[in-house]
């Protein structure tokens, strides 16, 4: 069963950073005239059909750290080994990384902490810790204590982005995948998340003008905004907001990760982040079979997920 869970996330990624790659920085409007259907090669990054980008690599990466255990050093050394090509790359070279990303992996090839390569101020809150954070939903599912959850989500997450927002948002998408990991549909999962965040934050000290700046997610529902006030950029917080509100006000898989791209911009972060929680929630099965064939190195994604599952039961 968890096999088949982490599968379908791993591939709903996957495939909606794929269906991004090729229109990724286009505007809405202009693919709202153009829309993507289907999947496509070439386009701004002029990679071939089916190619994923560093979202999904740094994914499968920190997957393949897992397999092993939870060891952030571990996890750093994969996101150099990436860097360099030697680890999980599409076609053997890397064409896109955030700033952050790489400032981050240049601070982990000279040795410094894991935690502590991160960028802790305000501007290096890019989506580039959130797009890679579904392997760890996997790995601390059965975790009941959510402060335990919440340090190694920081930990995780520090290790390319520190700020507490981007900390933050990982720890909303993380909470929200348990549970739809538990069967609920995405409306009482979504409900649930909010109470348990709310509970979680009573007895924090938090900056409260930094989780004010989550109220559409936690205070509100975020599928009731119209599209023109759903941003669609590298911004962590956009990019959260946009992929719940996709989610949400989908019915497949299919709507959700095209709804995703269609929002224009960073279109294959929004979608692969979408991609992830709609992978989990429709499964394998429902996830178009053209798609997942037309996929890089799809037998090795599956062999990926098969060994995480077997190393977490």
Known sequence: ????????????????????????????????????????????????????????????????????????????????????????????????IGIATRNAIHNIAKGHEPELCGGFEEKDNGNGSLMRILPLVFYLQKEKDIDVIYQKVKAVSSITHAHFRSVFACFIYVIYCFEILKGKNKKEAYTEMQNLLSDFLKDKEYNPKEIQLFDRILQNDISGYPENEIASSGYV????????????????????????????????????????????????ENIPVKWIENLVRTNDIKDLAERLSKSIN
Request: hydrophobic share 40%.
């Open 1 to 96: 069963m968890m096999n088949n869970k982490i599968e379908s996330g791993l591939f709903g990624l996957a495939i909606g950073d794929a269906l991004g790659v090729p229109v990724e920085f286009y505007s809405r409007n202009s693919l709202k005239q153009n829309p993507v259907s289907e999947m496509i090669g070439y386009g701004t990054h002029y990679q071939p059909l089916g190619t994923w980008s560093d979202d999904s690599s740094l994914v499968f990466c920190l997957a393949e750290s897992l397999c092993k255990d939870y060891d952030l050093f571990d996890i750093g050394r994969n996101f150099v080994k990436w860097y360099s090509t030697e680890l999980w790359t599409p076609h053997g070279k890397v064409f896109d």
């Open 237 to 284: 917080l956009h990019s959260l907001e946009a992929s719940f509100w996709c989610f949400l006000n989908s019915d497949t898989y299919e709507e959700t990760v095209l709804k995703a791209v269609n929002l224009g911009e960073d279109t294959d972060t929004t979608a692969a982040i979408a991609g992830g929680l709609a992978g989990i929630y429709y499964g394998i």
